[in-house]
């Protein structure tokens, strides 16, 4: 990874003051996903104030935010129908099968938000790849600290996305999706385990 770094955005906040933070997040530019652009200029304080989700901010050599991911746990029910045998094995580390609803219910490390700040050009030189792979080191720390083992992300269902969690370095699975009424999206949950 080049010359980036990720920041607890409560660091941040204790380095540079609420006001400071808010005001540099609200120039935060996604518009490839609204949705992320609207988290980080209005919510991403706080959430990680409340407790709620941590905001990762990643910085480059002159201290412009390039990116974020989002980082929370969520309880996750799995399906046992549809799993191959690799993967059973690998969530029965982390979860017994309720036989009465053949599934599984784990608490997984949930990535919440995850993009660039098209703000700066040089955040052109962050690749998709290199912002996951950071966020996997985020959460392997913490799964040093207090174990879990599963990721789970969503995202809308567009093949471009897709191909990038499924791609070779990220490595992501489909197991199931959910229509959102609210933003009439569906939505592809995938997740790893680490």
Known sequence: MSNFTSVNILDMINAIGEEELQLILSDFSCP???????????????FAKRKMSITYLVVDGESRIVGIFTLTHKAVQLL???????VRRKIQRHARLDE???????SAFLV????????????????????MDMTIVTLKEIQRQIGGGVVYLECED??????????????????????SVRDSV?????????
């Open 158 to 179: 567009k093949p471009k996305l897709l191909s990038f969690y499924q791609n070779k370095e990220n490595r992501y699975q489909i197991f199931g999706d959910r229509y």
């Open 80 to 86: 046992d129908t549809g799993l191959t045998g690799t």
């Open 32 to 46: 490839k996903n609204h949705e992320i652009e609207e988290f980080v200029r209005k919510n991403a304080i706080e």
């Open 112 to 131: 919440a938000q995850f993009g660039k700040n098209y703000q700066y050009e040089a955040s052109a030189a962050l690749t998709g790849n290199e912002l």
């Open 100 to 106: 009465e609803t053949d599934s599984y219910m784990l």
């Open 186 to 194: 569906k939505y592809i949950q995938l997740m790893k385990i680490i």
